[in-house]
């Protein structure tokens, strides 16, 4: 056969699925390992979607870096939060929160009056703070007669931090603190445009493998790392870290 009588070569494709075929049937090595990284990165996209679209608040999760709301909401907690509107009960306000001290209701969330917020203000270092409402008042109130004796330091309205209160706002307290985050300096009154969420449930322990990934200390809480009592939230991911 003469060199023009040859047919070209027909060059095979491709088999453009082999590289999947081969990553979804690997028993081991690197593509096992590939495979499994991102199903479980699937995994937790699709719980946090799901939960995204369930609690309107991205992220989702907080975890907890304090003791400052034992023994309710312990360290180390991975707790789920929604927008204050959303699972708001009855005896709710208009932002959907229960006051602890003011509210003549049988509502409790973990296992105490009043809702637990995460809540977060301009200037703040560090990550925002979980802690349980108190009470709300008004722009000039004088609230020292409404606190709790052994909750604040003080003998009148002018030896209290934030008192008269400069704005509108929640007085807000750690379940394991002694003094309110507006008595103590962890906080000025909380504005309501300051609350990034409420609490709903949480999850022990779960929130330490996120601490650990963000090589995040272990001395803070839910209101932030600042104090003792107080807990912040990192965000920057499904879940944020939150000092107590």
Not at 25 to 32: C, E, Q, S, T, Y
Not at 71 to 99: C, H, T
Not at 172 to 178: L, S
Not at 210 to 215: E, V
């Amino acid at each position: 056969m003469s060199d023009g009588d040859r047919q070209p070569a027909v060059e095979s494709e491709p088999d453009e699925g082999s590289w999947f075929q081969r990553l979804r049937g690997a028993d081991d090595g690197p593509l096992l390992f590939l495979r499994e990284l991102l199903l479980s990165l699937s995994i937790v996209a699709a719980i946090g979607l799901v939960l995204f679209a369930a609690t309107g608040v991205w992220p989702p999760m907080v975890a907890v870096e304090s003791n400052s709301m034992d023994p309710n909401i312990n360290k180390y907690d991975l707790v789920v939060v929604s927008e204050p509107g959303r699972f708001a009960p009855g005896e709710a306000n208009d932002q959907g929160l229960v006051m602890a001290d003011t509210s003549d209701t049988s509502y409790e969330s973990f296992n105490q009056p009043g809702s637990v917020i995460v809540y977060d203000y301009p200037g703040r270092v560090g990550s925002p703070i979980i802690h349980r409402v108190r009470f709300r008042v008004e722009a000039g109130e004088n609230w020292y007669d409404r606190t709790s004796p052994d909750a604040v330091d003080a003998e009148s309205c002018a030896e209290l931090t934030n008192c008269p209160a400069p704005h509108a706002g929640y007085i807000t307290k750690g379940d394991n603190n002694q003094r309110y985050d507006q008595a103590n300096g962890v906080a000025p009154v909380v504005k309501s445009e300051w609350v990034n969420g409420v609490a709903r449930f949480r999850i022990p322990y779960l929130g330490r493998l996120r601490l650990a990934l963000l090589g995040t200390g272990y001395s803070g809480g839910m209101s932030g790392t600042v104090s003792p009592g107080s807990g912040i939230v990192t965000s920057g991911g499904m879940v944020r870290s939150v000092a107590g």
